[in-house]
């Protein structure tokens, strides 16, 4: 019996701990993100000196 609840407790924290982990993956977080509507800035001259 004592068997039993072991396991189901290890899989009750498993569980826990990929429920946090996927909720830690789909944030998104906010300097990780490609800002799109930003333009590049050109550059006047060359990044190598000639």
């Known amino acids: 019996m004592k068997k039993n609840i072991g ?3 290890i899989g009750l924290t ?3 701990a990929l429920l946090s982990l996927m909720a830690a ?3 998104e ?3 990780s993100t490609p800002m799109d509507s930003e333009p590049v800035p ?3 001259q ?3 000196p000639e």
């Open 29 to 31: 977080d906010p300097e």
């Open 7 to 9: 396991i189901q407790n």
């Open 46 to 48: 060359p990044d190598i």
């Open 42 to 44: 050109e550059h006047s």
């Open 25 to 27: 993956c789909s944030k």
């Open 14 to 16: 498993v569980s826990i």
